[in-house]
């Protein structure tokens, strides 16, 4: 990061940094979590000009250097990291890491040494044997309906995995994913999709924060948005937060307006 695009009192220590490195401390400080009891759901995702949330099925190819400094500094502040199965089978997902750089700063906020990954799935169609669950230095979360599979429940927590139950079905309500791990003292989420997922909380109106990159790529094709599903029948109005700029790419944050 190093420039920021001023959207607040130009005289914040913020503007301060603009057009010069800034450390992983001021990219912590500016994307810090509001105070608050309740849990607060941001999202993390990437976009092309042209609407495009992935190419060639995966994020990485429409990202750069300075959005995965974002993408570890959201990572480091965060509780949970909550995300879809395919997601999670489609990326490679692996246990989040502890970083020395934010290491005081979770310990004075009572966080652990990296956050938890907490998977959305309704089949538990998972391989329990991936490092995800089998070797994570947080204990790995799976976020399911009441229904789930019997013997797919058992195979998680054979895993070491704790199953959360957040729907009375095979589906998982949204609203109660977010409730339940935040009655595990994981308030501090992070979502990083898929576009299925990420619509569904737009849906259930419990997404609070978008963190949203912009890429200055064009890519044509037929690839996802960053959020798919049902339209929802009003359109939810976010307000800009925070802008920065580096070599073309938009790093925004959106809040949702509460009236």
Known sequence: ??????????????AAAADREWTLDELADAYAYPGGRRPWLRANMVSTLDGA?????????????????VFGTLRGLADAVVVGAETVRLEGYRPAKARDAFAARREAAGQ????????VSASLDLDFSLPLFAAPLVPTLVVTGSAAPSDRVRAAREAGTEVVFAGDGSAVDPARAVAEL?????????????????????????????????????????????????????????????????EGFLFTRYGKIRH
């Open 1 to 14: 990061m190093r420039r920021l695009l001023p959207v607040t009192d130009p005289t914040t220590p913020a």
């Open 53 to 69: 949330a992935q190419h060639d099925g995966r994020s990485q190819g429409i990202s750069c250097a300075s959005d995965m400094r």
């Open 112 to 119: 652990g040494p990296a956050p938890a990954v907490a998977v």
């Open 182 to 246: 935040g009655l595990r003292g994981l308030g501090r989420l992070l979502t990083e999709g898929g576009p299925r997922l990420l619509g569904q909380f737009v849906a259930a109106g419990v997404l609070d924060e978008l963190c949203l990159t912009l890429s200055p790529l064009l890519v044509a094709g037929g690839a996802q948005r960053i959020a798919g599903g049902p339209a929802v029948p009003v359109p939810e109005r976010f307000s800009l937060v925070s802008l920065l700029e580096e």
